[in-house]
């Protein structure tokens, strides 16, 4: 036996247990947040294209400066705090929400490292940067519903969590990340090394707002089994709607606006 190719091979299957795992700790902040940041002529084009749009910024405790887009509607109407996905750049709804003529106002909520907010994305900051949305959103708006797209599922149930929501639409939403992890890279210690959990099903059996829980059938990103288990927890009112398609597909079907249309309008 080669006993040096022996000892190579070991110290090679050692490097490889150790520094696989490391580099998904180090490198899981940008594998999970896929920050989508504007230049400031960038933001200003987009404002200056959408001059009914309110460009609002606020100060989060830490003091980042956060910014979200303030779609108006009628008075009376509710108010939707639009949660992206993790590489979204929320501004494209700017041109698409009033070709929907969705009866409600909106809010579309830039996370730290996204569009025009500053600072660096975690669940911790994102947590506290929709608590901060929400009080901003109880002064323009007595009914506030929560809206959340794939990672911000987990966000608008964390929202819903710890204030009182007329309900919440939740597309191609997760138990946990965790869970979704372990699906994608079942040879690591996922458990260990994830800081950003987003624990959605611990969370869902004290919420009672309505749901409406969209997924994809041939969702490639969050398999509906783990859209379903948080589905199954859920304490409130709820439908279950599966489109076909893909993971980011939803909104291309005939079904998907119209049912948000009507979730929102219901009381």
């Given at each position: 036996m080669d006993w040096s190719l022996?000892?190579?091979l070991l110290k090679l299957v050692a490097a490889l247990a150790i520094g696989v795992p490391l580099a998904a700790y180090l490198l899981q902040d940008k594998l999970i947040f896929l920050t989508r940041p504007l230049s400031e002529g960038e933001h200003r084009a987009i404002a200056a294209r959408h001059r009914d749009v309110a460009d609002v910024f606020l100060q989060a405790a830490d003091g980042t400066r956060v910014h979200a887009w303030h779609v108006k509607a009628a008075d009376q109407s509710p108010l939707v705090l639009y949660f992206g996905g993790n590489a979204e750049e929320v501004s494209w709804l700017l041109d698409?929400?009033?070709?929907?003529?969705?009866?409600?106002?909106?809010?579309?909520?830039?996370?730290?490292?996204?569009?025009?907010?500053?600072?660096?994305?975690?669940?911790?900051?994102?947590?506290?940067?929709?608590?901060?949305?929400h009080d901003y959103g109880t002064k323009v708006s007595a009914q506030i519903f929560a809206f959340g797209?794939?990672?911000?599922?987990?966000?608008?149930?964390?929202?819903?969590?710890?204030?009182?929501?007329?309900?919440?639409?939740?597309?191609?939403?997760?138990?946990?990340?965790?869970?979704?992890a372990r699906h994608h890279y079942p040879y690591l210690p996922v458990k260990l090394l994830l800081k950003h959990r987003f624990d959605s099903a611990a969370l869902a059996p004290r919420i009672t707002a309505r749901l409406l829980c969209i997924v994809a059938t041939r969702d490639e990103v969050v398999p509906s089994a783990n859209a379903?288990?948080?589905?199954?927890?859920?304490?409130?009112?709820?439908?279950?709607?599966?489109?076909?398609?893909?993971?980011?597909?939803?909104?291309?079907?005939?079904?998907?606006?119209?049912?948000?249309?009507?979730?929102?309008?219901?009381?």
């Open positions: 022996l000892g190579a698409e929400l009033p070709r929907r003529k969705l009866d409600a106002a909106w809010l579309l909520i830039d996370y730290r490292g996204y569009g025009a907010s500053g600072g660096a994305p975690s669940e911790r900051a994102l947590k506290a940067d929709a608590l901060l949305w797209r794939s990672l911000g599922s987990g966000v608008a149930v964390q929202l819903a969590a710890e204030r009182a929501l007329a309900g919440l639409v939740l597309v191609a939403p997760f138990d946990s990340l965790e869970a979704v379903k288990r948080l589905f199954d927890a859920w304490a409130g009112a709820k439908r279950w709607l599966a489109l076909p398609g893909g993971h980011n597909e939803t909104d291309n079907q005939a079904d998907y606006w119209p049912a948000v249309q009507a979730f929102l309008a219901a009381r």
